[in-house]
């Protein structure tokens, strides 16, 4: 599983955490269990993964674009769960742009599930979520899912809004993002969102299976 990230503006500390038992990578740091390197720090953000074998990363990045990359040790295979936690968000000259990641999207409980905290404090966040698919193979990724759905979900589990091809609504919206999807059969949902936790739910459609990639835009 790879997961992708960019900061813009100042420096910005963050944590990476990998919770299943596998080693990671994130900049020069390949931890195999978080307590191998860096425990106090990590233990100190008060976010230590909950087993000795999951990993975790505490660094201080300066703006760009970096990716995690999760596998298992020893060539170990399962679900895992990658995230990114911003640990100086009171910090409103950085923030993070965006968040994505890239795996296998399979039926079922199998399916690709992203989920986002947004602060802001009262204000509002305007966010865009793509799922992206056949754009993929342009970039040798083989088994590309030929037609992502997505669906994006309040902290409840209530859907907010369901889209299969993103021309199909909201065409004007995302394209006056600047980024909407490259193909007609990838999908998007542009929202203004308040302060909450979400979840992003990546399918085939018509049960299809394949390497698929969800992101979200910070549009602020």
Known sequence: MMAGGAFQDENKKA???LACPVQCGFGCYRPLNWRDTQETIIENTGIP???DLEAAIVQILAPGSYTAVLRG????????????????????????????????????????????????GTGANEVLVRAIGPSLSQFGIPNALSDPTL??????????RFNDDWRQNQEAEIQATGIPPANNFESAV???????????????????TGVGLVEVYNLQ
């Open 15 to 17: 944590v990476q955490k």
């Open 49 to 51: 993964p909950g087993n």
């Open 73 to 120: 040790n020893g060539g170990g295979t399962g679900i895992g769960l990658v995230e990114a936690y911003d640990l100086n968000s009171a910090n409103t000259n950085s923030q993070l742009a965006n968040i994505s990641t890239r795996g296998l999207v399979q039926t079922g409980n199998n399916v690709m599930i992203g989920g986002i905290i947004l602060g802001g």
């Open 151 to 160: 669906g994006l979900y309040d902290g409840q589990g209530m859907l907010i």
């Open 190 to 208: 542009f929202e203004i969102l308040p302060p909450s936790n979400y979840t992003a739910i990546v399918a085939g459609y018509n049960g299809a």
